[in-house]
T-cell receptor, first 116, second 112 residues
Framework: NAGVTQTPKFQVLKTGQSMTLQCAQD?????MSWYRQDPGMGLRLIHY???????DQGEVPNGYNVSRSTTEDFPLRLLSAAPSQTSVYFC???????????????FGPGTRLTVL | DAKTTQPNSMESNEEEPVHLPCNHS???????IHWYRQLPSQGPEYVIH???SNVNNRMASLAIAEDRKSSTLILHRATLRDAAVYYC?????????????FGKGTLLTVNP
């Protein structure tokens, strides 16, 4: 298994540009999520999905859109990039265990985004 | 959400045990205690998790206080590769709450 993959690894945008960060997993995980990590900080949850067709907001959703049309893919869209969105973005997935403990979350390698 | 408190940084010597503490005095009865670590320039990776009993796996041990208000991640023999930020996180298994809230974690430095 490739696990969780993210593309691109690096991206530079100008203010106002739009782009989509890609995330894919091949482990048939129901749960997927996006985090951002600013320098010297922990990760903050942006959006998450508990299955295809179901998404919800996390702690810092403003400026980001998501959709989940398939189990495998969970893209994150920036509609109009702002310098405040300069960060490292991590995608994660986990096998949802109903009625049990939260399963292990597997993280991708991250996308380093700079908005000028 | 219940919060955790960890020291900002700790140092250890290679091949010595490391005890990373975490306080979570407002933990609820259904909160699981998770530990993740993040190596430099990488995404976080799972280390261990538990509910009430102490847990062991190939990476580490998790010791949970009897009142569950604190826990300790134990690395039995630190290696240089264990240098990372370690996050102690609580999550609630009830309902659909599978979100993890990361704090700043503990930066572990391992000296050769």
């Amino acid at each position: 298994n490739a696990g969780v993959t993210q593309t691109p690894k690096f991206q530079v945008l100008k203010t106002g540009q739009s782009m989509t960060l890609q995330c894919a997993q091949d482990m048939n995980h129901e749960y997927m999520s996006w985090y951002r990590q600013d320098p010297g900080m922990g990760l903050r949850l942006i959006h998450y999905s508990v299955g295809a067709g179901i998404t919800d907001q996390g702690e810092v959703p403003n400026g980001y859109n998501v959709s989940r049309s398939t189990t495998e893919d969970f893209p994150l869209r920036l509609l109009s990039a702002a310098p405040s969105q300069t960060s490292v973005y991590f995608c994660a997935s986990s096998l949802r265990i109903k009625g049990g403990s939260t399963d292990t979350q597997y993280f991708g390698p991250g996308t380093r985004l700079t908005v000028l | 959400d219940a919060k955790t408190t960890q020291p900002n940084s700790m140092e250890s010597n290679e091949e010595e045990p490391v005890h990373l503490p975490c306080n979570h005095s407002t933990i609820s009865g259904t909160d699981y205690i998770h530990w993740y670590r993040q190596l430099p320039s990488q995404g976080p990776e799972y280390v261990i998790h538990g509910l009430t009993s102490n847990v062991n796996n190939r990476m580490a041990s998790l010791a949970i206080a009897e009142d569950r208000k604190s826990s300790t991640l134990i690395l039995h023999r630190a290696t240089l590769r264990d240098a990372a930020v370690y996050y102690c996180i609580l999550s609630n298994s009830g309902g659909s709450n599978y979100k993890l809230t990361f704090g700043k974690g503990t930066l572990l430095t391992v000296n050769p």
